[in-house]
């Protein structure tokens, strides 16, 4: 059956040809539970760049999807000045939203559209939970339709078929949902659930699920795709020496879930993702300033019956990565925190190898500098 909002779409909008000029409006939608104060940091950074903004706030948890995409996508629209380009920018269920929208309607004057840790393919969370008591109060009726099964809205859907960029989230600290996801997610959505057929870029990065949107490294990903297409600046360091995207984002993936196995101590992970003859080498900055070196067998560091050590948080960012058909590297900068609080920086690098189809790390060196760590570009780490 047509939604019923497709009666009243076009009367809502302005069919007007872009001038050379036009003006560029960003939408910002919020996911479940939230409001259009979420996304005020990101909306900040937009307005000083020039762009219009238009803020946009619905009740997620009153309503199904059905209701709040032509609510919430058209009250955005009315806020963006006639003839200019519009694009979108949404956090988790409210990318869901725009696609149900566009999916049945249409934006005259569409630009692109970036979404920050959307469920597109569902979350495992609501498939666990959705029989708990509470769970559909809670959530509401949009909630409740996140799953992954055939009731799936985002999985209904199908491809998208405009400009998308989507940015996903390693940095979970919400063990109890995490154990309903596969490694690696957000705390609420895997980064494989993120993806769809048809997205023009994708990336990841350490943050959590719900405060994705205010790391500065997001921030500017959303910028660079909405000005370019591109989440990696012109003339960024990152390079693919072979192959499409499709190889780096395999290499990456494979090293986001070794960090995130460190992160949380998992050593059978580790020990899966990695070969079992690999070492790994240390240079450790003393506290003379100098360095040195200590070498770590892959089967010791992995070794489940380790003694378990305290929790820590290690993100990377502007990873530089090479890849052909059966060798890769991912180079990064790195920062290190333990009990929430600061230990080190340093390099990260790690080798892979593809065996048998898949990618594992052979062989891993990091530097430890202790002093003279400058600010991450990532900002403070968030400790849910």
Not at 316 to 324: H, M
Request: proline letters at 8%.
């Amino acid at each position: 059956m047509e939604p019923p909002f497709l009666k009243h779409v076009l009367c809502c909008l302005l069919l007007v040809a872009v001038p050379a000029q036009a003006i560029d409006c960003v939408v910002f939608i919020h996911g479940l539970w939230r409001t259009s104060g979420s996304l005020q940091k990101m909306a900040d950074a937009f307005e000083d760049r020039g762009y219009v903004i238009s803020m946009v706030d619905y009740p997620s948890r009153e309503q199904p999807i059905e209701e709040l995409a032509p609510l919430a996508v058209e009250s955005g629209l009315a806020q963006c000045p006639a003839g200019s380009r519009v694009n979108f920018v949404t956090h988790s269920m409210g990318g869901i939203l725009v696609r149900y929208y566009l999916k049945y309607g249409e934006v005259p004057n569409l630009g692109r559209v970036v979404m920050l840790a959307p469920p597109n393919q569902g979350s495992e969370v609501v498939d666990d939970y959705r029989e708990v008591p509470g769970f559909e109060i809670i959530n509401g009726p949009a909630g409740m339709q996140l799953g992954t099964g055939d009731n799936s809205v985002p999985v209904q859907l199908g491809p998208v078929d405009f400009e998308l960029g989507v940015i996903a989230g390693t940095g979970s600290f919400n063990p109890i949902l995490s154990q309903s996801l596969p490694n690696p997610d957000d705390g609420k959505v895997s980064v494989e659930s993120t993806r769809v057929d048809g997205m023009a870029d994708f990336v990841t990065v350490p943050n959590s699920h719900a405060f994705i949107m205010r790391a500065p490294q997001v921030i500017e990903y959303a910028i660079n795709f909405v000005e370019t297409g591109r989440f990696a600046p012109a003339g960024a360091t990152t390079q693919v020496l072979a192959g499409e995207q499709g190889p780096r984002e395999a290499v990456l993936a494979v090293v986001e879930q070794f960090l995130h196995a460190i992160n949380t101590g998992d050593r059978e992970l580790m020990a899966r993702l990695s070969h079992e003859e690999g070492m790994n080498f240390v240079r450790a900055q003393q506290d003379d300033g100098s360095y040195r070196t200590h070498a770590i067998p892959q089967s010791l560091f992995a070794d489940p019956g380790r003694e378990a050590r305290p929790p820590i948080l290690e993100r990377i960012w502007d990873p530089v990565v090479l890849v052909n058909d059966q060798v890769a590297m991912v180079w990064a900068p790195y920062d290190l925190y333990q009990e929430q609080e600061f230990s080190h920086c340093g390099i990260d690098l790690f080798n892979l190898i593809k065996e048998d189809g898949d990618w594992k790390i052979a062989n891993s060196s990091w530097t430890q500098q202790r002093f003279g760590c400058g600010p991450s570009p990532l900002g403070p780490p968030e400790f849910d």
